[in-house]
């Protein structure tokens, strides 16, 4: 079954930089668009970013575009999302999911309804 594992948060200060990771397993990663998601406290979970099982083609929702950059590695089965110029608006905990869909949609429909534990981003003032 679909299995992921996110990892790379922590708590940093405005403006910081941080690298999280995704390993994936339990379907042909190298096939799937793959996406980023967040779920901050008291609210529903939003896609971030995705990107298409070749690298080509990029999506990000408008509030981190020019500060996230998504991208993957089809040989170690893992995606990342390089985030710059944090802010406190960002803190959430942060999933990935593949999807059968296209990256301006996020992915679309996820492959398992089973989301992975997500990796926890605090940003402080």
């Known amino acids: 079954q679909v299995q992921l594992a996110e990892s790379g948060g922590g708590s940093i200060q405005t403006g910081g930089s941080m690298r999280l990771s995704c390993v994936a397993s339990?379907?042909?990663?190298?096939?799937?668009?793959m996406a980023w998601f967040r779920q901050a406290p008291g609210k529903g979970r939003e896609g971030v970013a995705a990107?298409?099982?070749?690298?080509?083609?990029?999506y990000y929702t408008d509030s981190v575009k020019g500060r996230f950059t998504i991208s993957r590695d089809n040989v170690r089965n893992t995606l990342y999302l390089q985030m710059d110029s944090l802010n406190p608006e960002d803190t959430a905990t942060y999933y990935c999911?593949?999807?059968?869909?296209?990256?301006?949609?996020?992915?679309?429909?996820?492959?398992?309804?089973?989301w992975g534990q997500g990796t926890l981003v605090t940003v402080f003032s």
């Open positions: 999911a593949p999807g059968r869909g296209v990256p301006r949609k996020f992915c679309g429909e996820t492959l398992s309804e089973t």
């Open positions: 990107i298409s099982p070749g690298h080509s083609i990029t």
């Open positions: 339990g379907f042909q990663y190298s096939t799937h668009c």
